[in-house]
């Protein structure tokens, strides 16, 4: 624990990292302040639970029909630029919420800060091994995941009373505010130019844009890790999309639960996701192997089983927590491994390409669970989405059995 903790203390400590750390932990406060509000918002002007529910659709539509556009540019152009550019239109498009006056004002809205949100995420994974050592790369994701889950555990705990004393505006305006900081600590950030970057000049024109999308997925489809990667999460997400959407109604239908134990049921989540990163790295020395990445789809998969069987509320809790476990380990070693097995002057594609797949069939798992919750109830939503979650699991172990990563190669030059 203790030699975890140096790691942590370690990668926070780089002048590189730190300011980048430190930008992404104040804005992921404004942004779950952002999240309550504008649902708050949109119910105050619609008073529809339907309208609230339309936000997800907006949530998704722009990483489906922007993501092959944002992989080129973030493999083209300067990664630090988009950065900046994206945090600055999405703090201008926060303070035009405090001025929004219908449902489809807000929607609109909404889907400009995906769009911009759809360059800046997988660019940050693009950035991280370039300033940090790939060694370091376990450490530096699991830092960032496990301060961002406090922070948003601590935001969550502040937004409804703030919320409720002020309004939503004045969230909004702080959330604003946490986007313009966050572009200041990127500016500090010694990003070095890329690859894609640099040789640019000789792919100009709508031709080579086309060959540049072309070549990000003929390397996705032809490279034997992230093909079969893509597989794994294509399942992954039509089995999750709903059962993590329907929890309230786990909550009140099987469990019977008010709200305040629907809350306590996040807050099992929270804790695991917080602890998890921090278990695992612990324990664990050499993260690059399948079974890490693979093993907590299963255990997540059986855990969304037992949800549908179980209705005691410590069982239900107990189980969470392992769900928050597994979801937040799962996330920093996938995250790890991805970061050092593309090469970088294709990652923003990858990146871009695993988001679109994730988002789509996370859309027809929404319809798909929107329909049968009310044909044959929960139970059967949670039951069938854990069995194929334990399945995409098992698929991800046999295709990348006899796999072997990449040596470990340090981008950074800090």
Known sequence: MFGLLKQYQRIISSRSYFPLWLGQLVSNFGDTLNYVALVVLVYQISRSGLAVSTMVVFEIIPVLLLGPVAGVVIDRFSRKTILITSDLVRAALVISLIFAQSSWQIYLIATGLVAAGVFFNPTIQAIIPAIVDKESLLAANSVAWTTGRLVQI????????????????????????????????????????????????????????????????????????????????????????????????LSEKHLNQSPAGFAWLLLAIGAGALLGPIIFGSFTGDYRKVQY???????????????AVVTALP???????????????????????????????????????????????????????????????????YFSGGGLLTVAGIVGLILLK?????????????
Request: charged share 15%.
């Open 315 to 381: 069982v239900a809790l107990l189980l969470l927590f392992i769900y928050g476990l597994n979801t937040s380990t799962g996330m920093v070693v996938y995250n790890s491994i991805l970061q050092s097995e593309v090469k970088e002057e294709i990652r923003g594609r990858v990146f871009t390409l695993l988001d679109m797949v994730w988002s789509l069939m996370r859309l027809i798992s929404l319809a798909l669970g929107g329909v049968l919750v009310e044909l044959v109830g929960i139970e059967t939503v």
């Open 293 to 307: 990445l693979f093993m907590p789809y299963v255990f997540r998969g059986i855990g969304d089983i037992l949800l």
């Open 402 to 414: 006899s796999y072997e990563f990449k040596p470990v190669k340090s981008e950074s030059a800090n």
């Open 154 to 249: 601590i935001a969550s705990a502040l937004a409804g009373g703030l919320i409720a004393l002020t309004g939503p505006n004045l969230a909004f305006g702080l959330n604003a505010l946490t986007f313009i900081f966050s572009a200041g600590m990127i500016l500090m950030v010694p990003i070095p130019p890329h690859a894609g970057e640099i040789s640019r000049a000789n792919r100009r024109g709508l031709n080579g844009w086309i060959g540049d999308v072309k070549s990000g997925l003929t390397y996705a489809f032809r490279d034997r890790f992230v093909s079969r990667l893509l597989v794994v999460q294509a399942l992954s997400s039509l089995a999750v999309g709903a059962t993590s959407a329907l929890l309230v109604v």
